[in-house]
């Protein structure tokens, strides 16, 4: 974020959150960096500065097909109050963040019935399951599909894997082949998120 000055989208659990508030560091130690307190104040400056975003989440990440409905709406209301105490800023109400990201008709009906619009799947897992080869690695691959009345984030796992080789001191190629073939594509509501 701060190397690129974008916004940028967080999925914090509140598990996460309060093992960040309990991880303090003595001042003494001369390691600012790992003091878990600051890291969440800095977190919470970025969301109040509205340069980032949190997730709607449930509190520890449980698998949602293994849950009740109402064990998973107050798990996402207990979800919301501890982060908001944490950051000043509630996480988002319409895009959710599946944990395991094991979407089917019953998680997206649970994700709708908590009024959430959106949420994330993964193109190879998800995308190529549900609408094959082509379209999961074509334009539809690349755009928020909807399925069953939720906006779909693709997330590119196949594409992720490139994410930390490199060629010439720059992107890998096939990296580069892919961000420049979607810039050529002549559509302008796509997304790669690695």
Do not use: C
């Not at 560091?25 to 790992?34: E, Q």
Request: cysteine-free; overall charge negative; aromatic content about 10%.
């Amino acid at each position: 974020h701060e190397a690129f000055a974008v916004p940028v989208n967080l999925h914090i659990t509140p598990t996460l959150a309060s093992s960040l508030q309990w991880a303090k560091v003595d001042p003494a130690l001369g390691k600012p960096w790992r003091d878990g307190p600051t890291l969440n104040s800095r977190i919470s400056s970025l969301l109040l500065s509205d340069n980032g975003m949190l997730f709607g989440t449930t509190f520890a990440d449980q698998v949602l097909p293994f849950a009740t409905s109402a064990f998973t709406q107050d798990s996402v209301d207990l979800a919301d109050d501890v982060l908001t105490e944490i950051y000043s800023v509630a996480p988002s109400n319409t895009v959710f963040w599946p944990s395991e990201r094991v979407v089917d008709d019953g998680v997206l009906a649970t994700i709708q019935s908590m009024g959430y619009s959106h949420t994330v799947v993964d193109q190879m897992r998800h995308l190529f399951k549900w609408f094959g080869r082509t379209q999961a690695l074509g334009q539809s691959g690349y755009q928020i599909n909807t399925v069953n009345n939720v906006g779909l984030f693709p997330i590119h796992d196949f594409a992720s894997t490139f994410r930390f080789q490199n060629e010439d001191n720059g992107l890998n190629l096939p990296l580069r082949e892919l961000l420049s073939r979607r810039a050529r594509s002549g559509s302008q509501d796509q997304v790669l998120s690695l």
